[in-house]
């Protein structure tokens, strides 16, 4: 299904993905059988030849008709039963020849007589070769016919010719090709289940719309688990202090207070000062100090007052923050010393630089490749699953023309986005 720009939804997309790899993956195959298939039908011409040459060379019919050393006698008692031979061993030519190579037996009665064209070895030894003779290029061996004291009396020479090897070869192609073929059904099969699965997910939603809508997912995510920490410790506080103000405690209520108006105003103060700050970004920073705070982590924040304004939409700008400091969160649970560092600053050509650290045991040099891949996780799967943040906040800050890089002592994801694109009007 197309939308109304023309483009894609995801499922089509996915469908288009894996029909083009299963087509390609067939195609492979198809080429590998040809292959496999032309090789193996050249060894089986390379053996049958070998091994007729080399029983009709060790024949005692064979020796006694070239030992008398009369051709004409020995091409009556040998052409018949080359030629029985020849149907036999389904094979294009058996010619048996005296030791300087003049044919005593050939399929075409006109070249016996004639010399054997192909190579005679220089010394009695077994030969295989592809030669070009009277019926054209054959796979052929040749062989030497040896008296019991080693005497040299004859050759024999087997061969299929390159036709009957590509008729062969021809008759297996078939078989290779329902191979191919039923590659490519169950591939297009599996096709057809992977958008049916897709559209159950994404409805018809096209990728950069799909994208988003997980970013917004994350972005809600994490800025409501940052308001919900937010509004828990608060509502610790305020439920301490009026249970101290009930038993006459008003000093330490006061404090207690205090504190945490003091504790929310640094924070405010910080992303107020920023001149080109999101309200949506403040409102996640200040949720996820209450967060760290109430796991136990040391939370450290600096934000540079000239640090521009985003090229992110509100959304990313959460997704992309928000997935960044739950990873870290996540990484420091079991550190002897848990903390977070955020920090915001202008980059040199105008953008934003956001980098976030941790104290966490860093990430094994063997896993630092893969740990933005769709999926991958160093954690274990949860019921919200795992996997999806880095592999979102890479493919927002890549869309949006950024880079993200991950260095370590300490851990550090540090994002650089370009400057903003003002609206020519």
């Known amino acids: 299904m197309r939308h109304a720009h023309g483009t894609r939804s995801t499922a089509s997309a996915v469908f288009l993905v894996v029909l083009a790899a299963a087509v390609l993956i067939g195609a492979l195959v198809a080429v590998f059988l040809v292959v496999e298939a032309q090789r193996a039908t050249h060894a089986e011409a390379d053996r049958v030849t070998a091994a007729t040459a080399v029983t009709l060379a060790t024949s005692p019919v064979v020796a006694e008709a070239l030992a008398t050393g009369d051709t004409d006698a020995a091409t009556r008692a040998l052409e018949p039963y080359a030629l029985d031979v020849i149907a036999a061993a389904d094979l294009d030519?058996?010619?048996i020849m005296t030791p300087d190579g003049v044919r005593v037996t050939h399929p075409d009665i006109d070249q016996l007589g004639e010399r054997y064209l192909g190579t005679i070895p220089a010394?009695?030894?077994?030969l295989t070769e592809v030669f070009t003779g009277t019926l054209g290029p054959s796979v052929r061996t040749i062989v030497p016919v040896l008296t019991a004291d080693d005497e040299l009396i004859g050759w024999v020479s087997a061969g299929v010719t390159i036709e009957s090897i590509s008729d062969t070869l021809l008759r297996r192609l078939p078989l290779s090709l329902v191979i191919t073929i039923g590659l490519v059904a169950l591939g297009a099969l599996g096709a057809w289940i992977a958008r049916r699965t897709t559209r159950r997910i994404a409805g018809d939603l096209p990728p950069g719309q799909l994208r988003d809508a997980v970013s917004s997912y994350e972005s809600l995510r994490t800025l409501g688990d940052a308001l919900r920490a937010q509004t828990h410790e608060h509502g610790n506080r305020m439920h301490t202090a009026v249970a101290l103000l009930e038993l006459g405690r008003s000093e330490e209520a006061i404090e207690i207070l205090t504190e945490t108006s003091r504790q929310s105003q640094s924070l405010v103060d910080q992303v107020t000062a920023r001149r080109a700050g999101d309200p949506t970004v403040g409102a996640l920073l200040l949720g996820k100090a209450s967060q760290a705070k109430e796991r136990g982590i040391d939370w450290r924040i600096r934000i540079e007052p000239d640090t521009?304004?985003?090229?992110?939409?509100?959304?990313?700008?959460?997704?992309?923050?928000g997935n960044l400091v739950d990873n870290a969160m996540d990484a420091v649970a079991d550190a002897a010393e848990r903390w977070v560092e955020v920090v915001l600053r202008p980059s040199e050509d105008g953008g934003i630089v956001l980098e976030v650290s941790d104290s966490g045991p860093g990430i094994p040099d063997?896993?630092?490749d893969r740990v933005f891949e769709q999926g991958f996780s160093t954690k274990p799967a949860g019921a919200e699953g795992r996997g999806v943040g880095l592999a979102l906040v890479r493919a927002v800050v890549v869309d949006a023309g950024g880079t993200v890089e991950l260095r370590s002592d300490p851990t550090t994801f540090c994002v650089t986005l370009p400057p903003k694109r003002r609206r020519i009007r």
Do not use: E, H, N
Request: no cysteine; proline share 12%.
């Open 93 to 95: 030519f058996v010619t």
């Open 308 to 321: 521009p304004a985003s090229p992110l939409s509100a959304v990313d700008s959460v997704a992309v923050l």
């Open 123 to 126: 010394a009695p030894s077994q």
């Open 366 to 368: 063997d896993l630092r």
